[in-house]
Structure formats: C-alpha cells, structure tokens
C-alpha cells in the first residue's frame, strides 16, 4: 500500500468532534488548554459517559466509522451470514452491546484506532491512538498499511489516569510535527465509562490487526462491522483492562467483508480467532498477571476476537470461525451465571 492516502484521517477526526461538540449534548467531558493544546477530559476529572465514549470511539476511527451502543436485548452475534453454522445467534447477552461498523476499514481501525503506541514522558504513561498517528508514523505497520500524512491539525486519543503534562504535550506535538495549539487530545482511563466504551469499540480494528499479523493482503478487505458486551465499569484500571479484553476475546463478533477465494479463507481463518491460542480459556486478567504486566510477554495470539465471518460478498461464500465463551465473560464482569 501507498504512503498516499485518500482519506485525511486528522481532518475527519476533528471534524467528527466538532460536530458532537456542536450538538450541545451533554457528555460529561471538561475541555481545558495545557501547554496550548486542547485536552478534551472524557473520564480523569470530569466524570465521561457512554455518550463521551462513543465520541471517542468515532475519533479514535478518524470519523470514519460508525459506532452505536445497543440495549441488552439485542443478539449476541450478528445475523449470519454463514448459514447455520454455530447456531447461539438466540441469545442474548444481559449486557448493552458496542457496534461498529466502516467502509474502510483499514484507515478507520490500524491507521487510526489501533492503539499500538504507548507514551512514556517522564513518568506519564498512557496508550496513544486515533488519527496523530497518522501523522507521526514512526510505527513499523505504516510501512505496511500506507495512511501517513502531515496535517496541519491533528488529534489523538490517550487512555490514561492522568492529563497529559506540559513535557506530554511538548513531546507529542514535535513528533506530530504540529505546535502544541494544532493539537487536541481526548483522554479517559480504561476505569470509565467512556475509557470502557472506547476500549470495547476495538472488535473489529482486533480483527484487522490479526489479519496484518497473518500476513493477509489487507487490500483484499472491503469492508466490516464488529460488536461486543460492555462490561460495568470496573473500580480500578487494572480490573477495567480485565475486563474489556474480555469482552473482545471471549465475546465479540466481527464479520469482514473480502474478496478472496474459500481456500484462502480458510488458511487464515482458523488463525484468526482467540482459540487459536494456547492460552484461550483463561481471563485476561489472569493472563496479565502470569506475564508480569507486560502486555507483550502474552501470547500474541490471543489477541483476536471470539467469533469471526470471512464473507465474500461477490461469491457469497462464507465461513465462521472461533466461538462465544460466554462464562469466561460473566465471571469477567462479575455477574451471576445466567446474568450475561
């Protein structure tokens, strides 16, 4: 892929934010100026909302996304397409349901919202993703993935307890190549409810980043929606991260639309789902404590959604793969059996 992209991820990202900020809504945010940039607080200070956390959600996908929040009645798995493979599409989860959905899915969810970038400022740490990105692009997926650019405004997502520091801001906005007044920052902790939300609303860029990992011609995705459970917001961040890996590794769905042949299909899909993995089974929570905290000592396979659909919409073909663990994310979340 080219470092040309047709999209200009920073300039639809503000965009998206502008407009829910124009909407008057009430999403329990606080907008502050540090160092010149405009810190947008969804979940540290000011106490967030799924509300904030849908609009994090859509910057983090560079406007280019749909996100919704849908009422606990809704199915757990989408209606398949698949035929009547793995037939549970009858249950419904006790929980309200995060769906996403892009046309262009690799822009909106690995050259956006992945959050493969982590922060460390003298003693600040936080996750980065959303458009900025973009425009620093010092990430070796770039050279892969192609999106990078140099706007002249940019904005990211930070998931952290704390507001950026005055170093925070300085450091961000050189490798963005912006001053600090170009820059907005959204920021909230995984222990929020808009931090939560946001998290949860990664099914689908999970699954694309799988498919990266496999080494699978991106180009060949046209398109892709994903959902999982939001669990209830946890009480510290370490239960919260828990959690919300939960949800997508033992609870999500996700379908990608490609244009590829069954074979192909089939030598990647197997691969693709959090089964795959030696470790599949166990809580996250547990599985971050047997690697010391070090997200990268866990078995990268596991990081992959529950359930996935390889649809081609031109043939009609389609294969399902992986499976809902639905007590793994009821114990999860702290519910009673038959809760979730």
Same mark, same amino acid.
């Given at each position: ?99 996403? !959905?892009?046309?262009? @899915?690799?822009? *909106?969810?690995?050259? %956006? ?5 982590? /922060? $460390?400022? =003298? ?36 998931? !952290?307890?704390?507001? @950026?520091?005055? *170093?925070?801001?300085? %450091? ?5 190549? /912006? $001053?600090? =007044? ?36 991106? !180009? ?121």
């Amino acid at each position: 892929m080219s470092d040309v992209s047709t999209h200009e991820l920073n300039a639809t990202a503000i965009a998206a934010l502008q407009a829910a900020l124009a909407a008057g809504d009430d999403l329990g945010i606080a907008i502050s100026h540090i160092a010149g940039a405009q810190v947008v607080d969804c979940g540290v200070e000011a106490p967030g909302s799924d509300a904030a956390g849908l609009l994090m959600a859509r910057v983090a996908m560079a406007g280019l996304g749909e996100v919704s929040l849908e009422p606990a009645e809704s199915p757990r798995l989408f209606p398949k397409p698949c035929g009547d493979q793995q037939g549970t599409d009858g249950d419904v989860w006790k929980r309200p349901v995060v769906s996403v !959905a892009s046309r262009s @899915p690799v822009a *909106a969810c690995l050259a %956006s919202q992945y959050a493969g970038w982590k /922060v $460390s400022v =003298e003693g600040y740490h936080a996750m980065a993703s959303g458009p900025i990105r973009a425009s620093i692009g010092k990430e070796s997926l770039f050279d892969q993935i192609g999106f990078r650019e140099r706007p002249a405004v940019v904005i990211g997502l930070l998931e !952290a307890a704390a507001l @950026p520091t005055p *170093a925070v801001i300085q %450091s961000l906005a050189e490798a963005a190549g /912006v $001053s600090p =007044e170009q820059m907005t920052l959204l920021v909230a902790p995984t222990a929020s409810p808009a931090g939560t939300l946001q998290v949860v609303a990664r099914s689908l860029e999970t699954a694309l980043h799988k498919l990266e990992t496999l080494s699978f011609d991106l !180009a060949l995705v046209t398109g892709g929606r994903g959902r999982a459970p939001l669990p209830p917001v946890a009480d510290d961040d370490l239960t919260a991260i828990g959690r919300t890996n939960d949800a997508i590794l033992y609870g999500s769905h996700v379908i990608l639309e490609v244009t590829a042949d069954e074979p192909l299909l089939d030598a990647v899909g197997a691969a693709m789902t959090s089964s795959a993995s030696p470790d599949h089974g166990k809580a996250f929570a547990a599985l971050f404590e047997e690697a010391g905290g070090d997200f990268y000592a866990i078995d990268p396979a596991i990081f992959a959604p529950a359930v996935v659909d390889l649809f081609n919409a031109s043939t009609g073909d389609c294969l399902r793969f992986g499976q809902i663990e639905a007590d793994i994310v009821r114990k999860s979340f702290g519910l009673e059996t038959g809760e979730a």
